[in-house]
């Protein structure tokens, strides 16, 4: 460092102190105006919940294995905010079609839906459902924004050419 910057240095830090120490020197805050007025209007929304109350029950038969998945569910938002996520082999579908509202109790809706084995492969383009497991996703939205809660989400595991297939 030069003799010249040693000298500047030592005098803006001298500067400094002397303003922290001289008594009657306070802080303030900065304010300006601008000749330009704007309003706007903020509505407070409740962010989507999780969907509550949610099942996810399998039929399977004998030999032919799985016949469909009924999911049922509760939420606050209505029909136009629900979707419903299946994922076979990291392809995802979403789907909203087999949805179903099926009630309303003082501002609480009640959905259901149904996929069957043609849905499913349908949704997925899959060559059979005689195996596996599937990840079911349902999602709640906040109305027209892709703005979606946490989903509640299924593991339905597809039992190979028999009972059992499960859901949980």
């Known amino acids: 460092m030069t003799r010249r910057a040693r000298v500047a240095a ?41 969907a509550t109350g949610a099942t996810c029950k399998p039929t399977s038969a004998l030999v032919v294995g799985l016949q469909k998945v009924d999911l049922a569910w509760s939420s606050t938002l209505p029909l136009a905010d629900q979707r419903v996520d299946i994922t076979k082999n990291a392809t995802t579908a979403r789907d909203t079609s087999q949805i179903t509202l099926t009630g309303q ?44 809660a946490p989903p509640k989400t299924f593991t339905l595991n597809v039992i190979l050419l028999g009972l059992g297939s499960t859901c949980s």
Do not use: F, H, M
């Open 10 to 50: 030592t005098a803006l830090g001298l500067l400094c102190l002397t303003g922290v120490l001289l008594p009657g020197l306070r802080a303030t805050e900065a304010a300006w105006t601008a000749d330009a007025v704007t309003t706007s209007t903020v509505t407070a929304v409740s962010a989507p919940t999780t």
């Open 105 to 148: 109790t003082g501002g609480v809706y009640s959905y259901t839906a149904t996929y069957d084995t043609a849905k499913l492969l349908g949704l997925l383009n899959l060559t059979d459902l005689l195996g596996g497991t599937y990840g079911i996703s349902i999602q709640t939205g906040y109305p027209n924004t892709t703005w979606y």
